[in-house]
């Protein structure tokens, strides 16, 4: 494939890296030689190097690791991009955590993260830190040029951020495109990658065709950005491309390698099935318009028979910012409650949306992970990729 020795002939993408192997990039002049695996790691064959993977990975956590997660490191220690399809509880982020661990810590490798959400990245941030890696979130942070400078000296083993500023922040652009920080740079992981679809069609202006979008009305918060990543995810030294989802239809798959530039041969695909014993999916006739919510009505028993506290913890996502004050008002109704359908520290239930103000979704996001109420309304993705246990 011209501009890329990523160029595969297999049958099975799946099985792509027990198949080939690639040639080493070509090193322009005047430019920081690229971090590379130790050649000790790279010329192991297939199965001594997912026993390397595997042992390392028992370095570092306590659970062992699954057989897509070893593949897919694998896949991209051999220079390949890769694309996973697994269910949310899989342990897919934990793939870019194994493959940067092949790093000596001491070089300061970067794994580079986009995703759609700032809440999101926070939350991975908080993950990371609890297992001993140093990273950030420049979701909404204003990106300084002493901020810059850390994240390119690697002082941030994992750095998140949004398409937006990605794209459209002029001090990253140039920090993106530095020697320094390309030097580090050995991984740049898509999460939630089926966003790229979604904001592929904004972006074209399809999306107006879609019945779903007149429904949501927070639809707007997905920006198109995402339809234009391709050139600059393509403008490195060959650092392998991880994308994470938990689903995604072939018509998206196709949607999204043609935004990304690359064919099929060019994308190993790893998919796995998490099976969750302790997961029940029910489906409860209605009885009444969706729009009344009175339904719900049904579903909760007053206050005097389980009290708040003992509430499962429960995400309803509804499609107006309207529709949640309905849900609310129904909810507090069905518990024998007379409160305020607009109390921000109700015990029982809370709102989620564009509307709401930054600090007022840290607080709710923070207290509804603390059990302090059960019931969480959003008309967005709130949850999207959120580590909730």
Not at 145 to 170: H, M, Q, T, W
Request: net charge positive.
């Amino acid at each position: 494939m011209e501009g890329s020795s990523l160029g595969l002939s297999v049958r099975d993408p799946s099985d792509a890296h027990v198949e080939t192997t690639t040639l080493p990039p070509a090193k322009a002049k005047g430019k920081k030689r690229n971090l590379e695996l130790n050649q000790d790691i790279t010329k192991l064959d297939n199965e001594h190097l997912k026993n390397y993977v595997a042992n390392m990975s028992k370095e570092h956590y306590e659970e062992a690791p699954k057989k897509l997660q070893i593949d897919t490191v694998c896949n991209l220690a051999r220079g390949y991009h890769s694309f996973v399809l697994a269910g949310t509880g899989y342990g897919k982020s934990r793939i870019g955590e194994l493959y940067f661990h092949m790093y000596a810590p001491q070089r300061k490798p970067v794994v580079l993260v986009l995703n759609p959400l700032d809440s999101l990245g926070e939350d991975q941030v908080r993950e990371k830190t609890k297992a001993n890696i140093k990273a950030i979130s420049l979701g909404k942070m204003v990106l300084t040029e002493e901020l810059a400078e850390e994240i390119k000296r690697g002082d941030y083993a994992f750095v998140y951020l949004s398409p937006e500023v990605f794209l459209n922040n002029s001090l990253f652009t140039d920090l993106y495109f530095s020697n320094e920080f390309q030097s580090r740079l050995v991984l740049i992981v898509i999460d939630e990658a089926h966003m790229i679809y979604v904001w592929g069609l904004v972006e074209s202006g399809k999306a107006k065709f879609l019945s779903v979008r007149d429904r949501l009305q927070d639809y707007g918060i997905f920006r198109p950005s995402y339809g234009k990543l391709g050139d600059r995810l393509m403008a490195t030294n060959n650092v392998p491309l991880l994308l994470l989802s938990a689903t995604c239809r072939p018509v998206a798959v196709d949607a999204i390698l043609a935004s990304l530039m690359l064919k099929r041969v060019d994308m190993p695909f790893f998919h796995g099935e998490l099976v969750r014993t302790e997961i029940r999916i029910l489906r409860i006739t209605m009885q009444n318009p969706l729009k009344s919510c009175e339904d719900l009505f049904r579903m909760f028993s007053k206050e005097s028979k389980i009290k708040d506290k003992d509430l499962l913890p429960t995400l309803i996502y509804s499609g107006t910012r309207k529709a949640t004050l309905s849900v609310i008002n129904v909810l507090n109704k069905a518990q024998g409650k007379k409160k305020d359908d607009y109390d921000s520290k109700s015990p029982l239930v809370r709102r989620y949306h564009a509307c709401t103000g930054d600090e007022d979704k840290l607080d709710c996001v923070k207290d509804f992970d603390s059990d302090k109420f059960p019931i969480f309304l959003s008309t967005m993705a709130l949850g999207l990729g959120q580590n909730w246990k």
